[in-house]
């Protein structure tokens, strides 16, 4: 199975701030990735698919890059309303699996 | 508008069955691969997320999470434009947000389109 690690599980930024999470996959996955945006109460909402492509609706403070086993998402302006948790997911082969996320706190 | 909505949800004692189902609507249903994932406190971190289970546009691939396999099986109806998941043998690890989750193949990608869920108690 791949194994995705996420860093850090947690942190605590404040509004404007730059904000780098890292996935790392046990193996290469070429560019099936995904990043999730996870609200309590909320489905997970697709933010960028492989690996670097913003969804549609998605605001530019997001952005991804990565290939084989390093990926990096960014929101490079914090806003109140990023509050979340953050997951990746690899889409390259089953057992599909996510990370075990990153909770983003705003000062 | 796509709309995947899930119903079954409730609380179960361990060892009880119980049967989700997703009504899908806004595209063709038919003409591609479903999952189901759920977010619980079985795994990792808090409230993680779990793939469960994959089922191909025709039923004739279905594959299946480790933790769940030989316990939950899951079935579509493509006629009635809807996804099953059939859960049996439930434990206290079971306990978890389960969505419905539609595939789209794109070129060397694929994106997910996610219901809103419904909760899955297993306890006594």
């Known amino acids: 199975d791949i194994q995705l690690t996420q860093s850090p599980s947690f942190l605590s930024a404040s509004v404007a701030d730059r904000v780098t999470i890292t996935c790392r996959a046990s193996?290469?996955?070429?560019?099936?990735l995904a990043w999730y945006q996870k609200k309590t109460g909320a489905a997970p909402k697709l933010l960028i698919y492989a690996a670097s492509t913003l969804h549609s609706g998605v605001p530019s403070r997001f952005s991804a890059s990565g290939s084989g086993t390093e990926f990096i998402l960014t929101i490079t302006s914090l806003q109140p309303e990023d509050l979340a948790t953050y997951y990746c997911?690899?889409?390259?082969?089953?057992?599909?699996?996510f990370g075990g996320g990153t909770k983003i706190e705003i000062k | 508008e796509v709309q995947l909505v899930e119903s079954g949800g409730s609380l179960v004692e361990p060892g009880k069955s119980l049967r989700l189902s997703c009504a899908a609507s806004?595209?063709?249903?038919?003409?591609?691969?479903m999952h189901w994932v759920r977010q619980g406190p079985g795994k990792g971190l808090e409230w993680g997320l779990e793939w469960v289970s994959y089922i191909n546009m025709d039923s004739s691939t279905k594959l299946y999470a480790p933790s769940v396999r030989g316990r939950f099986t899951v079935f579509r109806d493509n006629g009635k434009k809807s996804l099953y998941l059939h859960l049996d043998s439930l434990r206290a690890e079971d306990t978890a947000v389960y969505y419905c989750?539609?595939?789209?193949?794109?070129?060397?990608?694929?994106?997910?389109?996610w219901g809103q869920g419904t909760l899955v108690t297993v306890s006594s």
């Open positions: 989750v539609r595939e789209i193949v794109g070129v060397g990608t694929y994106i997910w389109e």
């Open positions: 193996q290469g996955i070429n560019t099936y």
């Open positions: 997911q690899q889409l390259h082969s089953f057992p599909l699996t």
């Open positions: 806004g595209f063709n249903f038919s003409n591609g691969a």
